[in-house]
């Protein structure tokens, strides 16, 4: 089952920050964020596993929360290149591999 | 070296039709995947392949299979094409980890046009 991501759409001002969320109805194993740029492949961004990490790349940080099967991408002082579209990838515990992303959050990073 | 190469980029087919789309994956990486992506919309997970069998399988029908060959390069095809089917197909690939799916290395994408 894919998770469900909100807001579906965010526009900040250079230097704001903004979270995007992703649930989803079944125990996760591990959350994936990734960022696609308009006409662009998705790229990676970061991978969490259970047991409530917070990982971050470079002002982009995210955290996990098993129990309530929720993870949370936080962009802190966003900079015009944080624009794109931003995706969460879930995995269960009983189908690993089985990478399933949700419908993604686009992001406009206004100067 | 080369990330994970897609051939062809686009492709025109009518209805009915049959289509068969190749990934090349990432030096070093040994597990493909294979998403379908509509406009505006999320990657739908079609499956993936390792050690040349389909380990993992979205909901799609069977008129979608593949193969992963022996140098880990798969083909996806798609029979009996439906207007539906029209959409970017991405293959992505990764170096297959114990208990998760790692990092995955996205191609550009095959976009599929069924008319």
């Known amino acids: 089952q894919q998770p469900v991501q909100s807001p579906q759409a965010v526009i900040l001002r250079e230097g704001e920050d903004a979270v995007i969320n992703c649930s989803s109805s079944?125990?996760?194993?591990?959350v994936h964020w990734y960022r696609q740029k308009h006409g662009e492949a998705p790229v990676f961004l970061m991978i969490?596993?259970?047991?409530?990490e917070q990982k971050g790349h470079e002002k982009i940080s995210a955290s996990f929360n098993e129990k309530k099967q929720q993870s949370s991408l936080y962009l802190t002082a966003s900079q015009l290149s944080y624009s794109g579209t931003y995706f969460c990838?879930?995995?269960?515990?009983?189908?690993?591999?089985?990478?399933?992303f949700g419908a993604g959050t686009q992001v406009v990073v206004t100067p | 070296d080369a990330g994970v190469t897609q051939s062809p980029t686009h492709l025109i087919k009518t209805r009915g039709q049959q289509v068969t789309l190749r990934c090349s994956p990432k030096?070093?990486?040994?597990?493909v995947s294979w998403y379908q992506q509509a406009l505006g919309q999320g990657p739908q997970f079609i499956f993936q392949?390792?050690?040349?069998?389909?380990?993992q399988r979205g909901n799609f029908p069977d008129r979608f299979s593949g193969h992963q060959f022996p140098n880990y390069s798969s083909e996806l095809n798609v029979n009996a094409l439906l207007l539906g089917d029209s959409a970017l197909y991405l293959c992505?690939?990764?170096?297959?980890?114990?208990?998760?799916?790692?990092?995955?290395?996205f191609g550009e994408g095959s976009r599929l046009t069924v008319l």
């Open positions: 992505a690939s990764s170096f297959r980890l114990a208990d998760n799916t790692g990092e995955l290395f």
């Open positions: 079944k125990a996760l194993y591990s």
């Open positions: 969490l596993l259970k047991g409530g």
């Open positions: 990838g879930t995995e269960t515990p009983d189908s690993w591999g089985k990478l399933q």
């Open positions: 030096s070093g990486h040994d597990t």
């Open positions: 392949y390792y050690e040349e069998e389909e380990r």
